[in-house]
């Protein structure tokens, strides 16, 4: 069965603190693709980063990083320096590549609190 | 600009009296879907649509109509609305002429909706 899990409910850092979200994920499919999305408090999904399966190539954007580990099935997402405008929750997704319906499967996501 | 449009943004209804939530994009998109957001749950879909007069069940399709008689747009209905269909609401849209899993999904602000 398809499963995201992010354990991480609440983080809450000190502005410029390196902060990692968590996500695991779960699939039977050779082909999947993982994603992350920000919902920051005004409320709309911001799409992040999308990865594909036979792709673990870790990928860094600015204060961004990802690292994709297969032998583990996580997609951890890292910070750098946090900065407030970066508080927000955090939402990582699978899709499966036979998945007709083009779903998106979401983990609980990870609200993430960055205090000056 | 390139987005997905949602309307309206917030509702108040009561139960029982049927409403729509308009969704349009101006991406020439194919794939298009309606999520729910409920605290602890993430986001579940509803309804999808693989292209002008296909569309398919979600996750949580039970209360819910949809229809895609243009390809921009894809509203979602609520004939009856009862307390338990009070979340928030996305619509999103990908290319995808497969309609396979994969494509990166681009959100819409959200519609909150409380039925009382």
């Known amino acids: 069965a398809q499963k995201v899990t992010q354990a991480q409910t609440e983080i809450s850092v000190v502005e410029k603190e390196d902060v990692t979200l968590d996500c695991v994920y779960e699939t039977r499919d050779t082909t999947y693709y993982l994603f992350w999305y920000k919902q920051p408090p005004s409320g709309e999904l911001v799409f992040l980063i999308r990865?594909?399966?036979?792709?673990?190539q870790n990928e860094i954007s600015g204060r961004y990083s990802w690292n994709f580990q297969k032998s583990t099935s996580s997609f951890n997402f890292t910070i750098t320096a946090s900065q407030v405008v970066d508080s927000a929750v955090y939402f990582c997704?699978?899709?499966?590549?036979?998945?007709?319906?083009?779903?998106?499967?979401f983990g609980q996501g990870t609200e993430l609190s960055v205090k000056p | 600009e390139a987005q997905v449009t949602q309307n309206p943004r917030y509702l108040i209804t009561v139960t029982g009296k049927k409403l729509t939530v308009t969704c349009s994009q101006n991406m020439n998109h194919e794939y298009m879907s309606w999520y729910r957001q409920d605290p602890g749950l993430g986001l579940r879909q509803i309804y999808y649509s693989m292209n002008v007069e296909v569309t398919d069940k979600g996750d949580v399709p039970e209360g819910y109509k949809v229809s895609r008689k243009e390809k921009r747009n894809f509203p979602l209905i609520l004939e009856s609305p009862s307390p338990n269909q009070t979340s928030l609401y996305f619509c999103?849209?990908?290319?995808?002429?497969?309609?396979?899993?994969?494509?990166?999904?681009?959100f819409g602000p959200g519609t909150r909706l409380l039925v009382l």
């Open positions: 990865r594909n399966s036979f792709d673990e």
């Open positions: 999103a849209s990908s290319y995808s002429r497969s309609g396979t899993g994969g494509e990166t999904q681009y």
């Open positions: 997704a699978l899709s499966e590549g036979r998945n007709q319906g083009g779903k998106l499967i």
